[in-house]
């Protein structure tokens, strides 16, 4: 069978970036950006750049960047979002617009307030003008699987006309069913004239658990262009996993008319990238990128695996990254080697000096550790020291004290805003103690949401990483630190989110209001 091209837009950047307390910061995003175009992902949407002075900045360091994969920037139907996508993505090597407007008829009742003609306008005029900046300019209909047929076909007939060249019906609110969702694309493509000079899109929310289902059978219906996200990362229960839409199409060659450019085998490193920089962990049950996805357990399926692999196992761990944690570094490798091996996972550093205190930290680390992974590398990069980020809170000691019998007790010392300071507490166990001894001087008054722990390689010697959900005020981080010792680690990633709260890295939500 000959097959299409399909066309993997991910949207880890800006929808997964949507995901509460998922906010990464500009060189994260450049980080995951990197791995996804070593993926070769043809569209890479790196965020919605009249956000914030933050998501502008984001969306261009991603475009000076990326060479191979296109650059996409989400811009609401205005002119002001339209002109600020345009610049930030001005850099890039390629470039889209992806412009939206809501077209069901509870959206532009009561969220827009506008009349279907007046939305039909609006979007002709954003599409042209987005075509003045760029060729490739997206056209989505938000709440489009909710749309009325009638309008929808007019609007994407417009939107052609106007010179769309991708065209997005989005399942928004992750409503649609599989066989219905495939058929109105069906019809779509059907009844509008000039459906053959745009790629159909879909871009599945995941509420009911369809979102890849859906993307699917919008496939199997003439779509070939999937917005999905890395470990399905996404506005409320997430979007279509990448990983999971790109190894369907693979794996069942013999039931689908088209094929990716993915390269498969960078998939698990960047789902644990994507893990390790927004702190959400991945279920171990996960398709795909899951600890246990190629685990057997019961007896009968390992004899069968062993006799003969395909007994039990429709894919191989090792096409999609499993088994590629070789040690690739210890205490002996040079400044050169760790150098390489960051580039490799597209860590770069812009100065001497950040290399300087990468390579201090992964002797450091080595000293402790002699089987360095490069999930150990991920990881050193992965709190504020590496991110760039003003640190006003910063480890200096730390002495936790836990005997069975006894209170466990913390004393830390950090300084605040260069000042060091002492403080000494009592817990439910040391990292409560160390926590309290943190807040007696920080004074931080921010809500602890989330404490969890993950091994990053296996062994007794591996590094445990913590992440810490704070909230203050509505704002939402994640703090993310790693060490051998588990109650370093936690201290760590606790300083890490003080200081993204500080940082006020704050991100408006235009999309959520509206036009
Ligand atoms: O879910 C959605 O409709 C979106 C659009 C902006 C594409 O994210
Ligand atoms: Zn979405």
Known sequence: MSKEKLVIFDTTLRDGEQSPGASMTRDEKVRIARMLEKMRVDVIEAGFAIASPGDFEAVQAVAKAIKESTVCSLARAVDADIDRAAEAIKPAARSRIHTFIATSPVHMQYKLKMQPEQVLEQLIHAVKRARNYTDDVEFSLEDGSRSEFDFMCRVTEAAIAAGATTINVPDTVGYGEPAEYGAMFKRLIEAVPNS????FSTHCHNDLGLAVANSLSAVMNGVRQIECTINGLGERAGNASLEEVVMAVRTRKDVFPVETDIVTEHIVPTSRLVS??????????????????????????????????????????????????????????????????????????????????????????????????????????????????????????????SKSGQKPTAKVHISIDGQAVESEAEGGGPVDAAYKAIEAV???????????????????????????????????????????????ASVKSYLHALNLLESRRERSHPQRDGV
Do not use: C
């Not at 053959?196 to 790629?199: E, M, Y």
């Not at 990254?321 to 210890?330: D, M, P, R, Y």
């Not at 007794?460 to 051998?484: A, C, F, K, M, Y």
């Open 442 to 488: 920080a004074k931080s008054n921010a809500d602890l949401l989330l404490y969890s722990v993950n091994n990053i390689t296996q062994g007794t010697d591996s590094q445990g990483e913590v992440t810490v959900r704070l909230e203050r005020n509505g704002h939402i981080v994640n703090g993310v630190g790693s060490d051998t010792d588990i109650v370093a």
């Open 276 to 401: 390790t920089i927004t702190g959400f962990p991945v279920q171990p049950n996960k398709a795909i990128v899951g600890a246990n996805a190629f685990a057997h357990e019961s007896g009968i399926h390992q004899d069968g695996v062993l006799k003969h692999r395909e007994t039990y196992e429709i894919m191989r761990a090792e096409d999609v990254g499993w088994n590629t944690n070789k040690i690739v570094l210890g205490k002996h490798s040079g400044r050169a080697a760790v150098k390489a091996r960051f580039e490799a996972l597209g860590v770069s550093f812009d100065t001497q000096d950040a290399l300087n205190e990468a390579f201090a930290r992964f002797k450091e680390l080595a000293d402790k550790k002699h089987e360095i992974f490069d999930e150990d590398l991920q990881a050193l990069v992965s709190d504020s020291a590496a991110d760039n980020l003003a640190e006003r809170f910063k480890l200096i000691d730390l002495e936790a004290l």
């Open 196 to 199: 053959d000079k745009a790629i």
